[in-house]
């Protein structure tokens, strides 16, 4: 087991490596860079454009040599948690980011726990009452979750909320919490707002995880071993839970691995629309005004966070099902 | 003369006659589900297409009195005065009331005032493919001065039913282009990885999983907000597509390489090999027609995928900017919160994505189930 933790890590490390040059290459990519940006803006309100200074910021931030050596200061800097300067906000990435990141983690893994949490009791209802009135229900709404977009299903309980309810949906924070540090009462402020992102972002992916469920599970239902169990008078539910779940579950828990890429894909936008404090809309604002190294950050950033979520997955898929940790 | 074959004879007895199109052609035929759903899928490309004779109205025609018209309902029977009746669809004119104090419009329907509509009557004059031009529409007023608006108007007073009918020309289109390139990518790497195998396969198979495990928004969004701002529309449109399926061809590639890998093997391939076909020959006349099938199914559901994309990122400003009228670019209008309460009916081109993205699932697991002619006989 110890082994193939580690050699899973090992195989991280290549696919970190070039998330960071996917990163960096979106940095490099609009035309100019960060000093030409920042004489621009300053030119544009009239201050005076100090060469030399310029000059000195493209020398500090590399930004005058090849683009290989700009890459390693880049990412050497990163690794010692300096991001480089926001333009925007005049202030170094690093203490922009955390905060909302944090944010951004609370918010997707409520969300997995939530889909797994949905899916997976309705996912065996479906396939031990097959073709059942019940299952045909959660069919047609499994349906709707995967064809909706998760910014629409926002737009539309936005709506709902205003229009019936007076109420707004948006943020996740009440006024009085917005700055406040944080508190046991700013926590459960939190909770009590997060249920709707939660439930928002989780429909496409507890859709699609009742489908795999059923699915798995109908495929296990026909086989002897639980023709056998029954024959031998285990009680129903028992048989059932204990064997083919256990069994349909593996299926299940890979589908972290591509789960988590598409939550934090789906928070950006649904974030944007709910004005939630999360990564998405900084990340979005900032490609919005070319604040590269901030922009290059967040992405940086969530695809570590997604790298890391299927390393996770295979982890423990090789916990559950032993056949993989000895391949 | 002809002789006729009794269809029954057929349907009782599938020999080995039917072609394997005939066969999947058959069993799509039994999800009645996909089959409508390939008839919407149908009727929303032909919509499309024409967008300009279908649209009753040119889509950046603004009008300063008509802003925030809410919808007309059409009224098919015409009752007279007298109890008289006639077959003469119409709507219900409305007439706009200002509150003195906040000087906000209302409108409320005027019960003498009725818009008779006409069936490809003339109306505004468009040139549609920059070719064809005529004036007559799908649906228009009997009387040109009079405006309805069946899905109410924006905040300018533009027509939101033919600024969606517009939609769907570039959202269905930039479905279907992305799609075809992510296809000429997919089917490319996929194939050269399931046939050749060994080192390419590896090196292929990782980049596929390093793209799968990239979470594909933050880097659409990233790309297209390098996009120069000074681009033309169009231009901007092919970046788009190129953006989304330099993301998106992964799947495909996973299909195609499956199917590649499976079929290496089997009897006729072999045969085709040893007979001293080239590989060019083994590949596209034995090997790409046997899975053309599955091909197709998963094109059909990857499309679903890139009008979602697309619509998100013009939603959020990053991919198609306004000339363009795409289903993304309207919900942008239905963005804050203060214009869907005042006019819900912007959300129509969010219905018509959903129809859209609907249609195409069901349709792509229609012919999902329906690739497999052979092995679906055994059920």
Sequence with gaps: MITYVIRRLIWAIPFLFAASLVAFALITLPPGDYV???????????????????????????????????????????????????????????????ERLG?????????????????????????????????????????????LPNFLIALVLMYIAVVHFGTDVTGLFSPQYRDAPWSWAKFTNLLA?????VIILGTSTTASLIRIMRANLLDELSKPYVVTARAKGLSEWKLILKYPVRLALNPFVSTIGWAFPQLISGAVITAYVLSLPTAGPLMLQALLAQDMYLAGAFILLLCCFSIVGMLISDILLALVDPRIRFR | MNTLVDPRAIAMNPDAQASQWKLTWRAFRKHKLALASLVIVVLFYLIGAFAEFVAPFDPESTSSRNIYHPPQGIHLIDWGEDGSWAIRPYVQGMTIKRDPISLSATYEPDPNRKIYLSLFGQGQPYTMWGLIQSDRHLLTSADLDEAFFLLGTDRLGRDVLSRTIHGARI??????????????????????????????DMVVQRVVELIL??????????????LPQDWSPLTRYFAITVILSLVGWTELARVVRGRFLSLRMEDFVIAARLDGGSQGRVIFRHMLPSMASHIIASVTLAIPAMIIAETALSFIGLGLTPPIISWGVLLKEAQNIRSIAQAPWLFAPGVAVCIAVLAFNFLGDGLRDAADPYTNERH
Excluded: C
């Design chain 1, 103 to 147: 944010l951004s983690f609370i918010l997707e893994f409520s969300t997995l726990i939530f889909a797994w949490g949905v899916a997976l009791p309705i996912g065996v209802y479906s396939a031990v009452r097959k073709y059942s009135v019940g299952d045909y229900v959660a069919s047609v709404l499994g349906f709707l979750g995967l064809a």
């Design chain 2, 171 to 200: 959202s269905m289109s930039i479905g279907l282009m992305g799609v075809t390139l992510s296809l000429l990518i997919g089917v490319f790497l996929g194939g050269v990885s399931g046939y050749y195998g060994g080192t390419i």
């Design chain 1, 36 to 98: 030409t940006t920042m004489a621009q803006t300053l030119a544009e309100s009239g201050d005076q454009v100090d060469q030399a200074r310029l000059a000195a910021l493209r020398a500090r931030y590399g930004l005058d040599q090849p683009l290989i050596v700009q890459y390693f200061m880049w990412i050497g800097g990163v690794l010692q948690g300096d991001f480089g300067m926001s333009f925007e906000w005049n202030q170094p990435v690093a203490d922009l980011i955390w």
């Design chain 2, 213 to 226: 495990s990239l979470p594909t928004i933050p880097i659409w969004l990233g790309l297209s907000a390098a």
């Design chain 1, 193 to 197: 707002h997060l249920w709707i992102p």
